[in-house]
């Protein structure tokens, strides 16, 4: 097949090549590639909890007692009742009637739209949603309509051009994962409940970020209960430090869930070492908020320090910032560069963003260190003054 060699040549040409870093060892911020440790700038564990000793070893004990897999789909013989105790206390963190685990939050995301609408049905897309969204969205074979990123005035007018159709829903991302900016949910939600629209909230980025006790975007907004016309989804694979993805809804969409989202119904269950972790770590951000507030602390250091040498974040104080410089070597060459000074931050570049927007996606931890961040911000300011 020399078609594929010459695939491969023409996204060389492209500096668009993509590789898989072989990460030797991993301790908390730092991680081990080629034999050098680094600062890593470029890991979802945004509480740190993926290295944390307790939800470590709630993972080592579900294995020992659960083994190394469910070995089936949860509707056959994989529903452990591990996975019910976390949809329970899930729901509880959300404030929803109800919660159902996913293998991955893509799963979650491709399983759950596709339930919802269908061929005869309209749904709303922020232009800048996450590519499981996307294909979510295509997967449903609804007719997807596309708005300019949290514009509620454009998505407004695409409703009133379309009461006739049978559902609607509306997809939004809680923070955008390659902008780090916060949706408008509120606004969304008033103009979803007048036009008679679903609203699908994913909270991969702002569960356990957003709000005083992490919750996400409903305490962010400072709304008590979630809409009746709200689906929440979220994952465990970031600031829960674990693996796998949830909905939030109410009991009767939990059942129709299980009954229509295919990628539950054909998939083994979550593993269970995960399942324990991710309990344990919600067990920690409960009972230590402080670990939200270094979060924030080290978010608005490393946004002090940027700002300091021209370097603009984006309008929201989140965990991710984005350093756009356009072109796809210049964005390269300043990820290889970091290297060499001990920094770990990926090139992002297009499909993931837009054409001529690639960039340095930064993501902060709470495991990071003052003196890490320093580094981040001298390395940075080196490349900035290269240029």
């Keep these: 097949m020399e078609w594929i060699k010459k695939e491969l040549q023409q996204i060389k040409r492209q500096s668009l090549l993509r590789s898989l870093p072989e990460i030797e060892k991993k301790s908390g911020a730092r991680i081990k590639i080629r034999d050098r440790w680094l600062s890593n700038f470029c890991s979802n564990d945004y509480l740190g909890l993926a290295n944390d ?26 529903n452990f009742s591990l996975h019910l105790e976390l949809e329970e206390k899930l729901a509880k963190f959300k404030k929803t009637e109800a919660c159902l685990v996913f293998p991955t939050g893509y799963l979650a995301n491709l399983g759950a739209i596709r339930a919802l609408v269908g061929r005869d049905d309209l749904v709303f897309s922020d232009e800048l ?44 991302e809680g923070i955008y994962s390659m902008d780090g ?14 036009f008679g629209a679903m609203v699908y909230l994913d909270e991969a980025h ?6 005083k006790r992490g919750k996400g975007c409903l305490e962010y907004f400072g709304i008590a209960t979630p809409p009746k016309n709200l ?30 989202a295919r990628s539950f119904i054909f998939s083994t269950g979550l ?17 230590e908020p402080e670990r939200i507030e270094k979060l924030r602390s080290n978010i608005a250091f490393a946004r002090a320090l940027l700002k300091k040498i021209g370097i603009k974040p984006g309008p929201d104080p989140t965990p991710i910032i984005p350093v756009i410089l356009g072109g796809n070597e210049i964005t390269l060459r300043a ?11 990926q090139a992002i ?5 837009p054409q001529n927007s690639s960039r340095l996606r930064i993501t902060l931890s709470a495991a990071h260190t003052p003196k890490q961040i320093s580094s981040l911000a001298n390395a940075l300011a080196e490349f900035w003054e290269s240029q």
Aim: proline share 3%; with cysteine; charged share 20%.
């Design 231 to 260: 689906i929440l989804m979220g994952t465990l694979s970031k600031a829960l430090g674990s693996q796998g993805g949830f909905i939030c809804c109410s009991k009767r969409m939990r059942d129709y869930l299980i009954n229509t």
């Design 349 to 353: 570049r297009p499909p993931s963003v």
């Design 129 to 172: 949603n996450h590519a499981s969204l996307i294909d979510a969205c295509r997967l449903s074979r609804a007719r997807v309509i596309i708005f300019p990123h949290s514009d509620i005035n454009a998505l407004e007018r695409k409703l009133k051009n379309v009461r006739s159709r049978r559902r609607k829903l509306i997809v939004i």
């Design 53 to 78: 000793p307790r939800v470590i070893s709630a993972g080592q004990k579900a294995l020992s007692k659960w083994g190394a897999s469910a070995c089936a789909s949860r509707l056959v013989s994989g």
């Design 335 to 345: 990820s290889q560069e970091l290297f060499q000074k001990g920094i770990f931050v």
């Design 206 to 211: 702002s569960t356990g970020v957003l709000g």
């Design 271 to 287: 593993n269970p070492a995960s399942v324990a972790a991710a309990l344990q770590a919600l067990e920690v951000i409960e009972e």
């Design 181 to 194: 900016d916060i949706t408008l949910a509120q606004e969304i939600l008033e103009v979803a409940e007048k």
